[in-house]
């Protein structure tokens, strides 16, 4: 009897792993840190062993919590930290080196040298991307640069690379299979999305050879099964999706026009454009949603788009509140503060501290405090940096609105500071539309089970999984039309303030 789905879901800073019955109920979970190693200031790295040995032990201790062995599981879902490469010996199955990981800046001088050449336009046109030292490309090109002989064996065709889902099905198939999928493969800035390809002239520039690299599938396929040896027996393993593209589809954003953001450290915001491949003009990525490739699909697979924008600092200037200013002793806290006040008194934080992102795109813009005057207090500070994660995300919402000709009007939210009803009111207040929240907040890992059991015919199609969408709580828009215009007016001021103190 086949009755659950196991996902993986390997993230930056912690791999876990949930088991989900079909109900898309969690079953069971466990969860292990894995190191952060920092070479130097701006450089990050994982070992990809660890990588795998945790991936793995939590798969394990997933399972003997719910007291299951492998032929409990109809499919495995897996997804991932985006961006991070890995290199590795095809024959051995050993890295080359360290895993460079999406945050790591040590490229960021060959990303100035591509936009030198003249070639922003040309990555943006083919990749959907916005040159950046975030994504794999410039990755791959200093490990083959960087660790001895690289080259030459790349060059014989003895080195794969992959980002970390493709590493992970090369492990759990004992080293048969090369594979990645489409949301993965859009990362990685040598991706082609439109015609769903590698595309040669980036891959000439980088000199990265063809053989190193993953047959790339829907993010809903059978990749093949697991080796009997590692988790008891062969489980499909049949679905991946980077973790952002993993949470839109765990939130049901199947249908063109539907967005989700998740609240954490960061914000990160998607919207699903359906099989248009919307081009920003404000500064957003263009990238490749997860899909599911069923057998009624002939001829190529129709991929869908999403534009995605995030915030940098979002629950993080709770957290600096918390541990920075020492004003908070938990940032569930914030919300009974900010609840004591009804409003700010005219007050603005702008979390700008590394800079602002999407529509802004400053790097030298830095945070700022205005409008204080004698009645401003605690609680009005941790209301006013609450309320900026809300300005901010309108802000992407409007980019997005805008780009897509779709009007927004409701959002779904996830992630750790999606806890906070004040967050969640303000938001709705602001945005003027609903904001709903789901009983499951662990909808990356729900999305990789979701991708896997549609492929599997564990779920039918995407109308029964959206019947496992169960609303948690929704917030309406409270405030009326002059108070929302009052209150972003203020924040544009804030911005320019944070904007100008940049110059
Ligand atoms: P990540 O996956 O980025 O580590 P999480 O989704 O776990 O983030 O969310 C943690 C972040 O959200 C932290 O920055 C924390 O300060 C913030 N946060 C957590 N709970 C709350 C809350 N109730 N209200 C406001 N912020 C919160």
Redesign the pocket.
């Known amino acids: 009897m086949e009755k659950y789905i196991l996902a993986l879901d390997q ?3 912690s791999s876990r792993c949930i088991i989900f019955d079909h109900a898309g109920t969690v079953k069971s979970m466990a969860q292990k840190e894995i190191k952060q190693i920092y070479p130097r200031p701006g450089w990050v790295e994982h070992d990809p062993m660890e990588i795998w040995s945790s991936q793995l032990a939590v798969a394990a201790e997933a399972l003997a919590q719910a007291g299951l062995n492998f032929s409990a599981i109809k499919a495995i879902g897996i997804t991932n930290q985006r961006e991070t490469a890995i290199v590795w010996d095809k024959l051995t199955g050993k890295p080359i080196h360290n895993a460079i990981v999406w945050q790591c800046r040590r490229t960021a001088d060959k990303v100035e040298e591509l936009k030198e050449l003249g070639l922003t336009d040309y990555i943006r046109e083919r990749t959907g991307l916005i040159p950046d030292a975030y994504f794999s490309a410039t990755k791959i090109a200093w490990l083959l640069d960087n660790v001895k002989g690289a080259r030459e064996r790349a060059a014989a065709g003895e080195l794969l690379f992959g980002t970390v889902d493709s590493w992970l099905v090369f492990k759990l198939t004992g080293g048969k299979k090369h594979l990645t999928d489409f949301t993965n493969a859009s990362r990685t800035m040598i991706f082609d999305i439109h015609r769903l390809c590698w595309d040669e002239k980036l891959l000439g520039i980088h000199n990265i050879p063809r053989t190193m690299l993953p047959k790339v599938c829907p993010s809903g396929y059978y990749f093949g099964d697991t080796d009997p040896a590692i988790l008891g027996g062969k489980i499909p393993i049949a679905g991946i999706a980077g973790d952002q593209q993993a949470a839109l589809f765990g939130q049901c954003c199947f249908n063109k026009g539907e967005v989700k953001n ?5 914000c990160f915001l998607l919207m699903n454009t359906g099989n248009e491949a919307v081009k920003s003009s404000h500064g957003l990525i263009t990238t490749i949603a997860a899909t599911v490739s069923t057998v009624a699909t002939i001829g190529p697979v129709l991929p869908q788009y999403a534009i995605e924008g995030s915030v940098f600092v ?7 509140l ?1 541990d920075g200013m020492r004003l908070l002793s ?6 009974e503060y900010a609840e004591k006040v009804s409003d700010t008194e005219g007050c603005y934080l702008v979390p700008a501290f590394t800079g602002l992102g999407a529509p802004y795109w400053n790097p030298y813009a830095r945070g700022i405090l205005v409008g204080i005057t004698h009645g401003f207090s605690k609680e009005h500070f941790i209301r006013a940096a ?1 309320e900026s ?1 809300a300005y901010q995300t309108v802000d992407v919402l409007k980019a997005m609105e805008e780009d897509a000709g779709v009007a927004i009007n409701s959002l779904r939210v ?7 009803d ?2 969640m009111q303000f938001q709705a207040d602001i945005l003027n539309a609903e904001t709903h929240r789901p009983e499951c ?1 662990e909808t990356t890992a729900l999305g990789a089970a979701y991708l896997a059991g549609l492929t599997t015919g564990f779920w039918s199609d995407t109308g029964e999984i959206l019947k496992n969408w169960r609303l948690n709580r929704s917030f309406t828009p409270e405030i009326d039309e002059t108070r929302r215009k009052e209150l972003l007016a203020g924040w544009e001021k804030a911005l320019g303030c944070a904007l100008y103190a940049a110059r």
């Open positions: 993230g930056t800073t998740t609240y954490g450290t960061g979002a629950g993080d200037a709770i957290k600096w918390r938990s940032a569930a806290e914030s919300q609450l994660i996830d992630g750790g500071a999606s806890a906070n004040f967050l907040i």
